[in-house]
């Protein structure tokens, strides 16, 4: 009898051992699965801003989304992942209730420096994480890249892209994205899907660049009227517009905790950032919803498909902040709304004379403003945190969260633009841009065969 | 070490495992400077494109 107990015994501790296992490797390929959605969003950054762009600036247009990428990777690594952990309660560096948080713990979980941040045999999470961050930073920056096109100098744009990308947004993110963030803990803020800590934040620092940039040659008549810059392939940028949805269901995949790890909120269910209870359902019966309520509005108020795509991804960043809480018809309702905000606010932006080539400001900035408030006038009420006692989600700490996304975008964006301005390293000279890009600085070009370049080499059977 | 490893046997492995252990900060330094150069680099390109432009 005795020995049949230690044979169940031992049969158990494997058992509970081999699941550990598998739940362990479990959570690591969710969140690497997260990465390769995510790179959808920059194929489809790509292919729309290549699109967007006219013909003799595509291939200049498609290397800002490269790069915009590639520099994040490392200067994330170097400085955001850190930034992340350490500033949670603010810039005194000190540690959150919840303990996950200030300059010990970001030393020992993110110092770029430290073994947790390489291959680790007792670490299967770090790396998808910061994998996961490293995709939303470039996300960010290349919130930012379309509406800079066709005249900005591409080292020039690479700073702001590291400076938005690897220090600003995650500023936000600590601050508002984090079970120890300031603004969780003191106001309630919520914000699931990051309206405000990407989009927001991504919209406004996108203003302070335009103002300092200025407007495209030939975009605005001396009697301060805009003339339409179309770009050389609306197809692509269509195409690029969906690929971009389709990744955010990566983005919003990587918003989840996973159960039943050390470092997870609890078993058997998924959580919230700030470890709340939420399910994958949930989420695709209001990311579903914004999608259409966003598409079907912008439809009604504009009729152009490129306006209906970007309203498309409008509703979802509309939906986004409270995607765990809605009841779905009312995620449609707030999806419609944006979708109606954003071509408004694209033409007051360009009576403004400010030429803004793919709407950013108005569907991310504004739109994501639109994200955060939503949240406080429809979701407010419940707990933003697990623990007794914790703060409500309430209108006035969603209005004061967006407030502090939108100036903490808005004035890195613009005093960064005007020093690289100063610096002679923001925008690209007139002859530049009456050349085109690709023909002053790529070796390559887009359509040889159309635009009087080298005939393209016949293969032996042609 | 700069390169390579100690470790002689994967059984006594139980944490960092990374080829330059002990360097860590070398390696973060040389890849800064190595973003900077591209940035260097690409700016000195991009200056002598627009110079030939005008």
């Known amino acids: ?462 | 070490m700069l390169v390579g490893t100690d470790i002689t046997d994967w059984a006594a492995v139980e944490g960092a495992y990374y080829a330059g252990a002990g360097t860590e900060a070398i390696w973060l330094l040389l890849s800064m400077l190595l973003c900077i150069g591209a940035l260097v680099a690409g700016s000195r390109h991009e200056r002598a494109a627009y110079r030939k432009a005008k």
């Open chain 1, 1 to 462: 009898m005795e020995e049949q107990i230690a044979a169940l015994t031992a049969e158990l501790a494997a058992l509970k051992d081999a699941t550990a296992g598998l739940n362990k490797t479990t959570a690591e390929t969710f969140y690497w699965l997260t990465i390769p959605l995510m790179v959808l969003i920059h194929a489809g950054f790509l292919s729309y801003e290549m699109g967007a762009s006219r013909a003799k600036n595509a291939l200049a247009s498609g290397i800002k989304n490269i790069l915009a990428f590639a520099f994040i990777i490392p200067t994330f690594y170097y400085a955001g992942w850190f930034i992340y952990w350490a500033f949670p309660t603010g810039f005194s560096m000190s540690p959150g209730p919840i303990g996950t948080s200030g300059l010990e713990y970001a030393l020992a979980a993110a110092s770029p420096v430290g073994p947790a941040m390489g291959p680790n045999v007792a670490d299967s999470a770090t790396g998808v994480f910061f994998g996961a961050f490293a995709m939303f930073a470039a996300t960010t920056a290349s919130i930012m890249s379309g509406s800079l096109i066709e005249r900005i100098q591409i080292v020039g744009f690479t700073i702001l892209a590291i400076v938005l990308g690897s220090f600003v947004w995650i500023l936000g993110a600590a601050w508002g994205w984090h079970a120890d963030g300031w603004l969780v803990t003191a106001l309630g803020y919520h914000d699931f899907g990051a309206s405000g800590v990407v989009h927001a934040i991504a919209g406004f620092f996108t203003l302070g660049v335009l103002i300092n940039l200025g407007a495209r040659v030939g975009k605005f008549n001396p009697d301060g009227t805009a003339n339409a810059i179309a770009g050389h392939s609306m197809p692509a940028a269509l195409v690029g517009l969906m690929l971009i949805i389709a990744g955010f269901w990566g983005f919003l995949m990587g918003c989840v905790i996973f159960p039943g790890e050390a470092w997870s909120w609890g078993t058997g269910i998924f959580h919230t950032i700030y470890g709340t209870p939420v399910t994958l359902s949930a989420m695709t019966f209001n990311i579903l919803m914004g999608f259409a309520g966003g598409a079907i509005a912008a439809w009604v108020m504009t009729h152009d498909p490129f306006w209906m795509m970007s309203g498309a991804l409008g509703g979802i960043i509309s939906v986004a902040g409270g995607l765990d809480l809605y009841w779905p018809p009312m995620a449609f309702v707030i999806g419609t709304i944006g979708g109606i905000i954003m071509p408004l606010v694209a033409s007051y932006v360009e009576k403004m004379k400010i030429d803004d080539a793919v709407g950013a400001v108005a569907l991310h900035g504004v739109v994501g403003l639109w994200g955060v408030i939503a949240v406080g006038i429809f979701a407010a009420g419940y707990p933003a945190l697990p623990a007794e006692g914790a703060p409500t989600i309430t209108l006035y700490g969603q209005v004061i969260g967006a407030l502090v996304m939108a100036v903490l975008g808005f004035v890195p964006g613009y005093v960064v633009s005007l020093v690289l301005k100063k610096l002679g390293m923001l925008r690209v000279p007139k002859e530049a841009e009456l050349l085109g890009l690709d023909k002053v600085k790529v070796p390559i070009e887009a359509y040889p065969e159309f635009f009087g370049g080298a005939a393209a080499s016949k293969t032996p059977a042609e």
